[in-house]
């Protein structure tokens, strides 16, 4: 295949983020568009490989090709192998399917000019068809690519359907519509999904592979971006591996959406960050930017082991229910994660605890200029006391549900000496890359998703959130993409 030497926009990476920017961009046939996936790519929906797609299993065990990992610190002494989707729909091809919204006030903490919540909700609408009969509601789209369901109460796993009479019952408010603004305040309710028909929905799969035929759209995958070029401080092009050869393509404007670890990590490979620590590596400073890679967040989540009966389905998917109370987000998995996931030895049954408002913000730094190593990646979970508290608070709640009258038929929970030990992360690392106002030394963009000090690149991916929304953010990804690709001045066609 004959190398591509300029495209009018180069997009580095074809997750969530990246499949969406790429298909909203090229609806314009006079714009050329590259997108460059670090993973496997298809030819089209049909070429979608069946473990990418079965909505009742995660792709993501050891040995799986559909994914990347990379080493993170979670906690002094604390360390985890971190899987990450590294396949054409990045991690929303390879997830539970959860697609839950932001909650109106995440948005408070965005910049108001033009990321308040009024100003986003066309966004998520546009980019839905919610099929439950909310398409007529002022909340929801009916002509987006998402399909959005939540599995019905006489389909629910036994387990799920306890748990939320357990809530109810214990005076939380039930809700119909998890993705309503008024879900905010919190209660229980059947968890919004991007799944039809039993079928993973990715953004690959709903924007980038039905349109993969446009003349002007190449994707291009197995090819790792190593850095970015510029021209004094203006974007030329993009360096990148690609069958062990080094290429360069040129390009006058570089999207990078190759999410919330790699995408500081090309901006550190391209001198965008801390100049000292570029200078320690040896690379030429682009722009001084500290931000780059500091400050993230994302949700912490305690295991509670529980005891279970017999398991009557094999379909379901991993999570058909939440609770959320105070800064808490209860999640009553159907099955052992082993059950989930082949390749797994054999675990406890477990309900998932989520910090989903954490004080802690981590870090990730390169090793070296290789972009084939992981960057060191460092959480800081748990450090303050009020993360601490709200941590075992939601461990005591979660177990006082599961030893109410409606549950403890369907389970047991064993006690615990420590309940903070079986810490692991919800895999929602956000703000690594964070817009903010110019009089914040460490935002790294501007509200319109530009990097500061150069011409020509934007960060589009979970990197720009200011902080980690107070829900799972992959419905708020794909919202985010729509709207920034419409603040580059495209507006979807009709």
Not at 365 to 383: G, Q
């Amino acid at each position: 295949m004959k190398p591509i030497e300029f495209a009018d926009v180069v997009v580095v990476g074809g997750g969530s983020c990246g499949s969406v920017v790429a298909a909203r961009l090229s609806e314009n046939p006079d714009r050329s568009v590259l997108l460059l996936e670090a993973g496997p790519t298809f030819s089209g929906v049909a070429d979608v490989p069946a473990a990418l797609v079965d909505a009742s299993m995660l792709p993501v065990g050891p040995g799986s090709e559909w994914v990347g990992t990379y080493g993170a610190e979670l906690a002094p002494g604390i360390g985890r192998t971190i899987a990450r989707g590294r396949v054409l729909g990045g991690s929303g091809a390879v997830n539970g399917g959860y697609f839950v919204r932001a909650t109106p006030g995440d948005f408070d903490a965005w910049p108001q000019s033009v990321w308040s919540f009024d100003q986003v909700l066309p966004y998520y609408v546009r980019s839905e068809t919610d099929i439950d009969g909310c398409g007529s509601s002022q909340w929801h789209g009916s002509r987006g690519p998402m399909p959005v369901a939540r599995t019905p109460e006489n389909a629910r796993h036994p387990l799920t359907a306890a748990f939320v009479d357990s809530a109810v019952r214990a005076g939380f408010r039930m809700y119909e519509d998890m993705n309503a603004p008024d879900a905010a305040s919190g209660g229980v309710g059947a968890v919004p999904l991007n799944i039809r028909n039993g079928t993973r929905v990715s953004a690959a799969l709903a924007y980038l592979l039905p349109i993969t035929g446009r003349n002007n759209l190449r994707v291009q995958g197995n090819t790792t971006v190593a850095s970015l070029m510029f021209k004094g401080t203006r974007v030329i092009g993009v360096e990148m591996i690609v069958d062990g050869v080094r290429r360069i393509v040129r390009s006058d404007t570089v999207i990078l959406s190759a999410g919330a670890v790699h995408t500081p990590a090309v901006l550190l490979r391209s001198g965008i960050g801390c100049a000292d620590d570029a200078v320690a590596l040896g690379i030429s400073v682009t722009v001084d930017s500290p931000g780059v890679g500091h400050g993230f967040s994302d949700h912490p989540e305690i295991t509670v082991p529980v005891a279970t009966g017999n398991d009557p389905s094999a379909t379901s998917p991993a999570l058909e229910a939440v609770l959320h109370a105070g800064d808490v987000e209860i999640r009553p998995y159907t099955r052992r994660f082993d059950q989930l996931i082949h390749g797994l030895p054999r675990g406890p049954h477990v309900v998932g605890v989520g910090l989903m408002r954490s004080a802690g913000r981590g870090s990730i730094a390169l090793r070296s200029t290789d972009p084939f190593e992981a960057p060191e990646v460092r959480y800081r979970y748990l450090e303050s006391e009020g993360d601490r508290r709200a941590m075992r608070e939601g461990v005591e709640l979660t177990r006082e549900l599961l030893a109410s009258a409606r549950l403890s038929g369907e389970v047991a929970a064993p006690g615990t000496d420590d309940p903070l030990s079986a810490l692991g992360t919800s895999l929602h690392l956000s703000s690594s890359a964070k817009m903010g106002p110019e009089s914040d030394p460490v935002s790294v963009l501007d509200d319109h998703c530009r990097v500061r000090g150069v011409e020509g690149l934007l960060v589009i991916d979970t990197s720009a959130f200011p902080v980690v929304p107070s829900r799972g953010p992959h419905a708020t990804a794909i919202m985010f993409a729509e709207r920034a690709v419409a603040l580059m001045g495209v507006e979807p066609a009709e």
